[in-house]
């Protein structure tokens, strides 16, 4: 799970036409690789980072007890094998093995994963993602500072061995272990601390590729082969170079002349390229959504929020604005986030269409809003990444909201994900026009962002009835899996209802794969791992 920023752009720019474009000239086994990223990422930290590019980068550059394979299934990956769990679900020993190394030749331990996890929950890091980690043995009392990190569920019984003992089952624990967790090398840390991970030179690698020439606000680096890693034998790139392109237009451009070989795609581009070969397109495990200030009286105000969701057409958003394959949100949960455990119905279509576009309605529930705040007008602010996709949904919810919420000034600040990020988790803002992705097939992901106990609840809506509906749902041990699966859609229907967050759209992903290029493979849950990629 993690903060993030998808950078597709929208329908309002000219079409290049892309089909057979790309290089045709034959590439050589050891030629490199060149792929574009959608934004700066903020860390190469991996028990801090929050942003959907630093983990894109992490991701390709280290690796965790477990992986995905080419198919997106989570196999063994530092860790000698995929193990069952012991005591009731609630504890994990995993054996690392004995040719895992880091860049340097150094062997990976059982220390370094727990180095990495004690510093995520750590309330010294500020991770934003440190709930990730909330099923751990004394999570909760390190993470208020009631206990020391050395106190939490992670213990190396050797050099190899590491143990991880929850505090109640957590079956999605595989995912997790395979996508968003990873070792950070002891003594670095040790050197560096806080700062470790703010360069490529202050951070190091145990993955398939070293991270090179990374700076902390480059907007290039590349990817090494890195010699020591594991399974190096079966990694064919040996060299992949990453520029940052926030344009579609200019990625499309780019692809077109081959000056790169993968890249994303947004708006008329995938209309026009609906028949091409290297087009893909896939539905995210992502969800777009407004957050609310719920520390600002106009904001904090239930009918405001609700009048905010009423004045969005979200097909026409889908349709009209981004035309990348994105969805109209029904709820806060994407379509494909988990299947009923009787009935095997997707979590979404359960619970079904709970928003709509209804104007008058917000222009009705915005008049008793001004009544109860005891104002006529007044003026908010949102904030939003400063691609083309976020900004031009930022103008159409001002378009909206001024028309159908007479006395309201709406006026947008575009920033870079980093520093939307910063002020976001700072609580600076009015409107934060926002997004989650999950690494794994649990709706309780996306509720929890909403959760008054959450370090991921930016808003700060602390809902008593919505809170003890997390609570419950995050109590494993008492509930089983259908009673907690029909909390999850009773907690979803009510955040939702309430505003608690204005869920907007799924997103879509979009890349196009130059026809040289095999292996680079894009699930719900995943993008493509450059260790599987090779020149055909």
Not at 137 to 152: E, I, R, T
Not at 353 to 375: F, H, R
Not at 484 to 495: E, G, H, N, S
């Amino acid at each position: 799970m993690h903060k993030q920023m998808m950078g597709l752009g929208i329908g309002l720019l000219a079409v290049i036409g892309l089909a057979g474009c790309g290089t045709s000239e034959a590439k050589s086994h050891d030629a490199t690789l060149n792929v574009t990223l959608v934004g700066n990422p903020a860390t190469a930290n991996p028990a801090i980072s929050g942003d959907v590019n630093s983990s894109s980068m992490i991701s390709q550059t280290e690796e965790g007890l477990y992986t995905l394979n080419k198919k997106g299934k989570v196999v063994a990956g530092v860790a000698e094998k995929v193990v069952k769990p012991t005591k009731n679900g609630t504890v994990y020993t995993f054996k690392i093995k004995q040719n895992a190394k880091w860049q340097n030749g150094d062997p990976v331990t059982a220390q370094d994963f727990v180095t990495s996890f004690e510093w995520q929950v750590n309330p010294k890091s500020k991770s934003q993602v440190a709930n990730k980690l909330k099923y751990l043995k004394n999570y909760s009392a390190v993470q208020s500072g009631k206990k020391d990190p050395s106190a939490l569920g992670v213990k190396a019984l050797n050099k190899r061995t590491l143990q991880l003992t929850l505090s109640k089952p957590q079956p999605w624990l595989p995912d997790i272990l395979a996508t968003a967790e990873y070792p950070m090398k002891t003594d670095l840390f040790k050197k560096y601390g806080s700062h470790y991970g703010t360069s490529a030179t202050k951070t190091m690698s145990e993955g398939a590729y070293k991270l090179v020439g990374w700076s902390g606000n480059s907007d290039s680096w590349t990817y090494v082969k890195n010699p020591h890693y594991w399974n190096a034998k079966n990694v064919q790139i040996p060299k992949v170079s990453v520029q940052v392109v926030k344009t579609p237009s200019t990625a499309a451009n780019l692809f077109k002349s081959g000056k790169v070989q993968e890249t994303y795609l947004s708006g008329q581009y995938i209309k026009q390229n609906a028949n091409n070969s290297q087009l893909t397109t896939t539905l995210n495990s992502s969800m777009r959504f407004l957050e609310f200030n719920d520390k600002r009286s106009v904001t904090h105000n239930t009918k405001v929020r609700q009048a905010f969701s009423y004045i969005v057409n979200r097909k026409q958003v889908t349709d009209k604005v981004l035309q990348d394959g994105s969805q109209p949100a029904k709820s806060l949960i994407p379509y494909g986030d988990g299947n009923d455990p009787k009935t095997g119905e997707d979590f979404s279509k359960e619970v079904g269409n709970l928003v709509s576009y209804n104007p008058k309605k917000a222009t009705a529930l915005w008049k008793q809003a001004k009544k109860e705040l005891g104002i006529k007008k007044t003026s908010l602010e949102i904030l939003t990444a400063d691609t083309d996709e976020q900004q031009h949904v930022a103008q159409y919810l001002q378009q909206q909201a001024q028309k159908y919420m007479p006395g309201l000034t709406v006026t947008i600040k575009a920033l870079p994900l980093a520093q939307q990020i910063n002020k976001g988790s700072e609580g600076n803002y009015d409107i934060d026009l926002d997004g989650w992705t999950t690494d794994w097939r649990d709706p309780a992901d996306f509720l929890q962002m909403a959760d008054g106990t959450s370090s991921v609840n930016f808003t700060k809506w602390d809902n008593a009835h919505y809170t003890n509906l997390m609570k419950e749902i995050d109590d494993t041990s008492k509930y089983t899996t259908q009673q907690r699966w029909d909390l999850m859609k009773q907690a979803d229907t009510y955040v939702t209802q309430q505003a608690g967050l204005v869920p907007l759209y799924q997103q879509a992903k979009a890349h196009l794969v130059s026809k040289q290029v095999g292996g680079l493979k894009y699930t719900m849950m995943s993008d493509a791992q450059y260790k599987y990629a090779y020149w055909k």
